[in-house]
């Protein structure tokens, strides 16, 4: 018959959509904002880990030959964390001048700073994961509030008076988890690897910096 929907249409992600009503628009904003972050911190933070295991064995083979100069050289043209910390101490042991104390000091500023870079754009997703379920459960409020609006002005109960509101209910519910989980999940598996690329980053910036004072300490004493 002319005006009856075919077979699934109201299933379709369009029609859920509409029906959702007006909490969908934000609701879809958070997960592209969502899934731009963790797209763009997936691909830093594998490039960074890469880059890091190259890094370090690449200076440590150049340190046990005593290149130190290409070594620093090396460092400064490789992106990521960890070159950056083996650039400020290399840089600083190649002045001759500085204490183990000054050059701690430096490497924890510098490894200050790229955490910082290794932790933009958590917030955002943090955000997300805690905003998502809160518009959906506000997109539920509205709905029964419709759902109750629609029975105080017929003045009965009938299911097709309350079905249009419960649905709007379900499905921003619905939604709102749908965009959190992912997005919750993502933040944790980030803070993981962020905390693993740090510890390869102080284990072998450790390593690096020993050699070079084993290697300085030979070269005065000799």
């Avoid at 700073?113 to 955002?124: D, N, V």
């Amino acid at each position: 018959m002319q005006g009856e929907e075919p077979t699934g249409t109201s299933f379709t992600l369009l029609n859920m959509f509409a029906d959702g009503g007006a909490f969908m628009y934000p609701l879809i904003l958070c997960s592209l904002f969502g899934l731009g972050v963790i797209l763009a911190k997936s691909y830093a933070l594998i490039t960074a880990r890469r880059n890091s295991k190259r890094v370090l064995t690449a200076v440590e083979e150049l340190i046990k030959a005593g290149k130190i100069d290409a070594a620093a050289t090396l460092a400064e043209n490789t992106p990521g964390p960890v070159a950056a910390i083996l650039v400020t101490g290399l840089r600083r042991v190649q002045s001759r001048d500085t204490e183990a104390n000054d050059l701690g000091k430096a490497i924890k500023t510098t490894g200050a700073i790229e955490l910082g870079f290794l932790e933009r754009g958590l917030p955002i997703l943090a955000t997300v994961s805690n905003v998502a379920p809160l518009l959906g459960f506000l997109g539920t409020v509205a709905g029964m509030i419709t759902a109750f609006g629609a029975i105080a002005t017929a003045g009965q109960v009938e299911a097709s008076l309350v079905a249009g509101g419960i649905k709007v209910a379900l499905i921003t519910t619905a939604t709102g988890l749908i965009i959190a989980v992912p997005v919750n999940v993502c933040y944790n598996f980030f803070v993981t690897r962020i905390d693993l690329l740090i510890m390869d980053m102080e284990m072998g910036a450790a390593r690096i910096f020993n050699l070079v004072w084993e290697m300085t300490d030979a070269q005065a004493a000799g």
